[in-house]
Each structure stands twice: as structure tokens, then as C-alpha cells.
């Protein structure tokens, strides 16, 4: 062979190797999977409702805290499926780390993928504790044959002294529990029947008496005790639950205002839902901070319930979480262009801390029937 023609072919060999190289390195490239957003409303059968709550962890930043909770739950849960979670964070993470993490881990097990709630509480009760995960699962077997009872929010209130503003709240728990007591006492149920207590407090400085008191009312309960703002204008528990009904109920979605509780135009203080199916929503935020705003949340709340099947007009429980006093009385009065004045929901509105939103005014999730 011509001297020349081997040299060309060994200039041809160098000149093709790197390109192959970059060729191979270009085909291994790989494009990172967009993760599904959580649905808006997700539908769940009633007699089967079970709920958790993960226990607290200090360990690691938010990210690890949401992880290790929501693995936690569902060693609980006993592979019941998970159809809602509501984190209430404190501390000053990105609370949209939230649902991507969720989106992310049950995409990963290929588990359907829950409704969402992210709301910023002022303080929970353990050192360098970020999120507090409560969960609504679906159990494999009926243990709620008869429905479930939603109960609002029992609140007891006092003044703050400006020179003690860490005011001690057991006191103020032991008249929010009386008043569940009462709920209970006139539906025929007692506190061994409730499944879920969360109270939200204006101070955690003598939190270990306030979880004993609940401990010992609520044997069967998974708990929440949280601390709503950093910096409240008066002392505060409110506590709300949900309990198992224990006997067949004459309609499938019924008000309760029972005898002994301060009877209200805006909320009813307990409903029953024996419906086969309910629906759960994850939050609808609010954005801005006029009348159109508050409609716009409500009306595309309104829209997803329809899309599975529901009524607003049936929401049995309403959680709404309001960022000013000015949007909770607007909130409490636009609401009933919505919702049913002479059956309003079972109902729990307090002043919180924040929204995964820096725009959002308020934000609302629900529970509602099926019929």
C-alpha cells in the first residue's frame, strides 16, 4: 500500500474516534420525568376512612422531615392507601417543597397520588421540628360501617397579657375538650369513639400537660397539637375531631347543633356522613384580597367537586385557613354564595401563619358527600 494511503487512513481513524465518543455520550443523556401534580379532589369510600398522624421528627431540614413522615405513615396506615395529607409547617422552609416531595415518593412506589393540604403554623411541639403530616387513608376493610361524624372546632379564648405573652393554654383545653365532650354526648358517642383530635393553640409553653389531658380523653385518637402563629393577639385552643358513628343514621349527610353548644349562623357544630363515597379536596388558594378573589377560590372549589361527582352544597366539613382577620370576615360572610345557608358545613377558621403562596389570602379544603 502506498505510503500515503496509510497515512491518510490512520487521520481518518483519529478524526472518527473522539466523534463516536461524543455520539455514545450524547445517546446515554437523560431527560428528568416531569412528576404529576397531586389531584385537586380525590374521591374515597366513607366506611373505610381511617386516619394518622406521623410522629414528629427533628432530625434533618424540611425535605428529610416530609420524607421520614410520610414513610412513617405508611408503615401505620398498614398499606391502606393514602388519599390526603395536610402539613402543617413551621419554620421558614420552602413549603412548595411539600407537594413535589409527595409527588415524587408515591410516583416512585407507583401509588396513586393523594389530595395535598400545605398550611404554615407558628410553632410545633419538639425542638427543630419543620412539618407535622396527617394522613386520611383508605382502609382494606369497612371500619366505619355507619359513617363518620366531622365535629368543628370547639374554641376557648382569653386574653394575652402583653407582659406574659407565653400564655400557659391547659386550662383553655380543658374547656375545648368539655365542649367535644358535649358534641359527642349528643350524637350518642363518647371519646374512646373519636379517631382524630387536632388542636391548634396560641402557646405550646405547657405543651406536655395539654397532650396529657387529650391522651387521657382521647385513648383511640391520633393527635395534633400545633401552635397556629408565631405571635397570636389572645390565648386560643380550638380543637376539632372526627369520631366513628356507632349506629345507622336516618339521612346520609345530616347538621347536628347539639344541646349545650352555642348554636351558630355560620357554621353547624357537627355533621354525620353516611354516604358510600365522599370527597376530599387538597387546598384552593386565594389570591389578593377583594371579593372577586374570595368568589374566584370558591367557584374553582366548586368546579372540582362537581368533576367527581359532588355538591358544594355538600361539603360536610370546611377547614379554611385565613392569613388576616379582614379575610376571615370576608371569607365567613361570601362563603354562603356557595355553600348551604340553612345547612352549613361543619367548620374550622382560624388565623394561621402562612400559605405555600407569598400572594395568598386565605386557602379552604373540604370534605363532602357523596348523596
Known amino acids: 500500500m502506498p505510503r500515503w494511503i496509510a497515512l491518510l487512513l490512520v487521520v481518518s481513524l483519529l478524526v472518527a474516534a473522539p466523534q463516536r465518543k461524543k455520539k455514545s455520550e450524547e445517546e446515554i443523556t437523560q431527560t428528568l420525568e416531569i412528576l404529576p401534580d397531586p389531584p385537586a379532589v380525590i374521591k374515597a369510600e366513607t366506611a373505610r376512612l381511617a386516619f394518622h398522624v406521623a410522629p414528629l421528627s427533628g432530625r434533618g431540614l424540611l425535605s428529610q422531615q ?3 413522615g410520610i414513610k412513617a405513615l405508611w408503615r401505620i396506615n398498614n398499606k391502606g392507601a393514602i388519599v390526603k395529607l395536610r402539613a402543617l409547617v413551621a419554620g421558614t422552609g420552602d413549603m412548595r417543597r411539600v407537594q413535589a416531595i409527595v409527588s415524587e415518593m408515591f410516583s416512585e412506589k407507583r401509588l396513586p397520588l393523594p389530595v395535598v393540604s400545605v398550611v404554615q403554623v407558628g410553632l410545633l411541639p419538639m425542638e427543630a421540628a419543620q412539618v407535622q403530616l396527617e394522613a386520611t387513608s383508605v382502609a382494606r376493610k369497612a371500619i ?11 374554641a376557648s379564648t382569653a386574653p394575652i397579657d402583653p407582659e406574659n405573652p407565653s400564655l400557659a393554654v391547659a386550662g383553655l383545653t380543658a374547656q375545648a375538650m368539655a365542649n367535644l365532650r358535649t358534641a359527642l354526648t349528643g350524637i350518642q358517642l363518647t371519646s374512646p369513639d373519636v379517631t382524630r383530635v387536632t388542636c391548634f393553640t ?17 385513648p383511640n ?5 400545633v401552635q397556629a402563629e408565631r405571635s397570636p393577639t389572645a390565648g386560643l385552643v380550638e380543637c ?13 349527610l345530616q347538621f347536628v347543633n347539639p344541646p349545650g353548644l352555642t348554636p351558630s349562623p355560620n357554621f353547624s357544630q357537627v355533621a354525620l356522613v353516611s354516604t358510600k363515597q365522599v370527597v376530599l379536596s387538597g387546598t384552593q388558594l386565594a389570591f389578593r384580597y377583594q371579593d372577586s378573589d374570595v368568589r374566584l377560590a370558591f367557584e374553582r372549589l366548586r368546579d372540582s367537586l362537581e368533576q367527581a361527582g ?15 382577620r379582614a379575610m376571615q370576615e370576608k371569607v365567613r360572610t361570601l362563603r354562603f354564595e356557595f355553600y348551604d345557608r340553612p ?9 394561621f401563619q402562612g400559605l405555600p403562596s407569598l400572594d395568598a389570602s386565605f386557602g379552604v379544603d373540604v370534605v363532602a358527600a357523596i348523596p
Open 144 to 154: 366505619n360501617p355507619h359513617g363518620v361524624a366531622f365535629i368543628s372546632g370547639q
Open 310 to 324: 359532588a355538591s358544594i352544597k355538600n361539603v360536610a366539613m370546611s377547614s379554611i385557613y385565613p392569613l388576616s
Open 202 to 218: 396560641s402557646s405550646l409553653s405547657d405543651y406536655f400537660d395539654v397532650r396529657r389531658l387529650l391522651i387521657t380523653e382521647f
Open 240 to 252: 376539632e375531631a372526627v369520631a366513628r358513628l356507632k349506629t345507622r343514621q336516618p339521612t346520609s
Open 343 to 351: 345547612r352549613p358545613p361543619a367548620s374550622t377558621m382560624i388565623l
Open 66 to 68: 416530609v420524607r421520614d
Open 221 to 225: 385518637a391520633a393527635l395534633s397539637i
